[in-house]
């Protein structure tokens, strides 16, 4: 057994409310310069939909992740030698339109237009070219479900969803905000598709970022990631992505996205996971047992036996604390609450998701008799299934049916002012559980929605080598 440490995230989407705040602190921040202006390392998206980029989840066109071939972990778009046949010809790249191209409007025209009868307007100019642009798409192009009828039709989610056309009539139609960030996956392919091996995963926290010094611009790792969470930054040919705000991170403080986020939808904390069993629970044959093989992974920071491994193993005693005390711990794997965004991609992703409520349309059948309320809730479970469990429905449903639970108990706990438990014992909780994920899941303070632990540097060798694969491009490059 190799106990690892991994920060990791889990974000409730019952409480999404879509207003974006997480990306723009994050685009300010981290991509507010020349050649990363289409890149955002946190984006929301609106589902049903195709997403940013375009149709990121179809992996039957981009070959993201793996796959088992001829019973063996492979990556989806082909190994080393595939790739230096391809080496400048990469055929899985999405191109910018499936992004969008970015633009400006030169605000000069307005101060100087000279006096007319009508009101002077601006037309949009591409960063890249400099020309007038059309504009056609956009990072959140589906906000709100706008073009629905259109764009949901290739939401690949929708596969084995009975009759899904008429979920996007407006009658029927559903809706969820989908925040994306890096995964920082426990398998990365982008990782294994770098052909330099610039991208690497952090030994101490489980962080995945890119030597900018030892980037050749090859962009396989843009093409290898499912999540599309890579991006190439046309002005200084280097790759780039979401860093997990690891400044932050060391000094013990969260993202921005999470600092930002309005409805208070993020958790980080610590895991521990045995390292020698990633091999196995990715190479899972039967991929709706994947969710259950990757939560295997997660040891118990309580067992002593765990905790004394740990500490041979090189995990520091603020580590170890920080696991012990960890949001995600306990949503992930001690209510299992939530749920990994396609662990059929196999890269084992560690930003984990809540799966959200929503209005339930009947309570019984035409015969009258009562059933599930998850199978009757306005967004398909089969839907839900497909983003979150790689199909399986049983993980999904007993999230749901969990919160549920908890939400008809503090009903009658604040409401009712007669606590009844028969809806907490259905499935499998007691009123002490559930008055702790309550406290958790509505009520929890700064500290402990982030349970994160400082980093000292001071037993760094080489700091300098350590500040050139962290950082971002020197000015002379960006």
């Known amino acids: 057994m190799k106990i690892k440490a991994q920060i990791a995230m889990v974000m409730n989407l019952d409480k999404c409310i879509g207003c974006h705040t997480c990306s723009i602190p994050c685009k300010n921040v981290w991509t507010n310069r020349e050649g990363a202006e289409y890149i ?87 960063l890249l070219t400099g020309k007038n642009l059309q504009i056609k798409w956009g990072p959140n192009w589906e906000d709100d479900l706008a073009g629905v009828n259109v ?23 559903f809706m969820f905000y989908l925040p994306r960030i890096c995964e920082h996956c426990l398998n990365p392919s982008c990782v294994a598709s770098c052909p330099s091996g610039a991208l690497y995963k952090r030994d101490e926290d489980g962080i995945v970022l890119v030597d900018q010094e030892q980037c050749r611009g090859w962009r396989y790792c843009v093409s290898g990631c ?6 190439f930054n ?15 991170i060391e000094a013990g403080l969260p993202t921005l996205c999470a600092e930002t986020c309005v409805g208070r939808i993020r958790y980080i904390g610590v895991l521990l996971y045995d390292a020698d069993r990633i091999f196995r629970a990715a190479s899972t044959i039967n991929e709706k ?16 036996d765990i905790a004394a491994r740990a500490i041979e193993n090189g995990i520091p005693e603020s580590y170890l604390d920080a696991a012990r005390r960890s949001p995600v711990y306990k949503l992930i794997v001690k209510w299992k609450l939530a749920l990994p965004p396609h662990p059929e991609f196999r890269t084992l992703p560690m930003v984990w998701y809540i799966p959200p409520l929503s209005p339930l349309v009947d309570q019984a059948d035409r015969s009258g008799e009562l059933i599930d309320i998850s199978d009757n809730m306005r967004i398909p479970l089969k839907y839900l299934a497909n983003v979150l469990a790689a199909g399986e429905e049983a993980p ?54 982030n349970v994160i632990p400082t980093v ?22 960006g």
């Open 40 to 126: 955002w390392y946190n984006n929301v998206e609106t589902k049903p939909g195709v997403g940013y980029p375009k149709k990121w989840e179809n992996q039957s066109e981009w070959n993201g992740g793996w796959r088992i071939k001829f019973g063996r972990l492979s990556l989806r778009a082909g190994g080393k030698s595939n790739k230096m046949l391809n080496i400048f010809h990469n055929p899985d790249l999405p191109e910018i339109d499936d992004y969008y191209e970015p633009w400006t409007y030169n605000y000069g025209d307005l101060a100087s237009s000279p006096r007319k009868r009508n009101q002077p307007a601006l037309r949009p100019k591409s």
């Open 151 to 173: 764009t949901g039709l290739e939401d690949v989610n929708f596969r084995s969803v009975k009759e899904h056309n008429a979920y996007l009539q407006f009658k029927k139609v």
């Open 226 to 231: 499912p999540y599309k969470k890579v991006y």
């Open 234 to 248: 046309w002005r200084s040919g280097r790759s780039e992505k979401c860093i997990f705000c690891y400044p932050r």
């Open 289 to 304: 047992l994947l969710y259950e093989a990757q939560t295997s992974l997660f040891l118990d920071p309580n067992d002593p």
């Open 396 to 449: 999904v449903r007993l999230a749901l049916r969990r919160l549920m639970a908890l939400r008809r108990y503090m009903r009658s706990v604040r409401v009712e002012l007669q606590p009844d438990a028969s809806f907490l014992e259905e499935v499998g909780l007691d009123e002490a559980t559930a008055k702790e994920m309550y406290a958790l899941l509505a009520v929890a303070k700064y500290d402990e929605r």
């Open 456 to 477: 000292r540097r001071e037993t760094v060798e080489d700091l300098h080598r350590r500040q050139g694969e962290c950082g971002y491009p020197p000015a002379s490059l």
